[in-house]
């Protein structure tokens, strides 16, 4: 039985489908069998960070009942990858329950099954975070970010779930608050840190993960160490 990690946070834009498509492809460089879920159903973004074409089966089609796991679990860059739908269309009669037993069958057979949630709290968010055993929590060092990720937490260890730590993304800024005050403000430890970095748009421009693109960039280093740390951590 694998472990399951929710991508969490309190607003868009903090990071979360970045680092959970880099950060997957660099788990399992370190030898984990590493499953990847987009279940953020209304901005799905992992066939675009992984740059697969958009005619196959999606976790939307799962979700509506008319796909199985199998069906729509495709490979890329050494990764297994269940990518949601961009088409609106796909958005109606999606029963996201579904969600959980998802899971559940992906971590009968993975080490590490890494869930990109939406931001915030509403019920798609909550159902991702519910139907996995940890969440890592990601935000940018400003104010905004962080203290909207502080009711994720809240909410993520009322549910039960165990919270990994906090990921700063998109450091680098002379405005940023200290990591220090960040861990005070949140109450939990700031477990990785990944600069700012042009490169992360270039490889989206592509369609190529960053870590594959480019990994002797400073962010594709910065995510492959926070691998490493997990790894480690939580072996
Ligand atoms: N470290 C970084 N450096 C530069 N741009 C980044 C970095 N991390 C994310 N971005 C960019 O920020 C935007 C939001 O990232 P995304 O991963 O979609 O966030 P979320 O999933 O939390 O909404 C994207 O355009 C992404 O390319
Ligand atoms: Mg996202």
Redesign the pocket.
Known sequence: MGVSVC?A?G???????????NLGVAISQLGYKTAIVDA?VE?S?MGL?FGIDFKVPTIHEYLSGSAGVEDIVLKADGVELAIGSVRVEDLKDLNIELLKNFIKELMEKYDVVLV?AP?GLGIDAITAISACDAVLL?ATPDILSVTNSLKTKVVAERLGKKVLGLVL???GSAYDIPTKYIEDIMGIKVIGE????????K??VEGKVLLMRNPSSK?AK?IFKLAEKLVLEYP
């Open positions: 991508l946070s607003k868009g834009g903090s990071g979360k489908s970045t680092i959970c498509a953020d901005g973004s960070i990109d931001s990601v993304n998109r450091v990944v600069a700012e970095d042009e490169e992360v748009k490889s989206l962010a910065d």
